[in-house]
Structure formats: structure tokens, C-alpha cells
């Protein structure tokens, strides 16, 4: 999986190195599990845009009509129905790379959990990668709960 990360608020290298270290794990795991185009996982391309509170709150408004602030958001680009489409075509050796969706992250708000948690900025923004991630891949809190 390729990550691509946009950072519109200052991280330390070791933090963006541990992100994109724990992608490729999910990659890895993800590609022997049975999840939606989990053959196609590989070649899957994804957009991380770390930000701050300000400006997340903007797109929760925008896009999700709530106007507050919040930890993580997930942007699809596929159904879960087209991904399992994905991942067929993938066993089939029809793949190339393909965008999986975006995830953004305020650094911001997951300080403030990480402290709250008695956790590492590292371990909460690792956490929120992983949640961007699954809901990526089709989970939905108002469905699968």
C-alpha cells in the first residue's frame, strides 16, 4: 500500500516514518485476511492529511454537517460492494494501483486524547490510522455496530 501524506501542521520524522511503517504491516495483514479487495490491498493507494483542529472541524461541517471538531475522518472511494469487485479482479492479476480513499487526522485532537489516555501522540495517531482505515474498507459505525 502507497501512502501519500499531506501535512498541513508540523509532525517529527519519526512519527510520519511510524505511520507509514504500520501501513505496511496493515497491508501485509490485511492481504492474508478476508476482508474486501484484500487481494488488491498491495497496489492500494491512500491519502493521509494530518491537520489541526480548526481546520478538520471545517470538513466534519462540510461534509458530514457537524460542526465540531474531531479525532479522525474517513472518505471512501468505494463501496464495499466495488471493493469485493476489486479484489476479484485482483486474483485475477487485473490490478493495478488504485485509490482506497482518504483519511485526515487532527494532530491536534489526538494530543489531546493521547494525554488524556496516558498514551504516546505515536500510539493514538496509530490508532486513528488503523480506525481511518477499516472504515475505508466498509465499516460503518451506524451499520455494523
Do not use: C
Not at 479522525?72 to 485509490?99: C, Y
Amino acid at each position: 500500500m502507497e501512502l501519500q501524506i499531506q501535512k498541513q501542521v508540523s509532525v517529527s520524522p519519526k512519527l510520519e516514518a511510524a505511520l507509514k511503517t504500520l501501513l505496511l504491516k496493515i497491508s501485509k495483514r490485511l492481504s492474508a485476511r478476508r476482508v474486501p479487495a484484500a487481494a488488491a490491498i498491495k497496489k492500494a493507494e491512500l491519502s493521509l492529511v494530518l491537520t489541526n483542529n480548526r481546520e478538520i472541524r471545517k470538513i466534519n461541517k462540510k461534509w458530514r454537517a457537524k460542526d465540531k471538531a474531531t479525532d479522525v475522518l474517513s472518505f471512501p472511494q468505494w463501496t464495499p460492494e466495488e471493493l469485493r469487485g476489486i479484489g476479484k479482479r485482483a486474483k485475477r492479476g487485473q490490478v493495478d494501483a488504485w485509490p482506497l480513499g482518504d483519511v485526515v487526522i487532527s494532530v491536534e485532537f489526538a494530543l489531546e486524547q493521547a494525554n488524556t489516555a496516558g498514551v504516546s501522540l505515536e500510539q493514538e495517531m496509530k490508532r486513528l490510522l488503523v480506525h481511518g482505515v477499516v472504515h475505508l474498507l466498509g465499516y460503518d459505525h451506524e451499520i455494523n455496530a
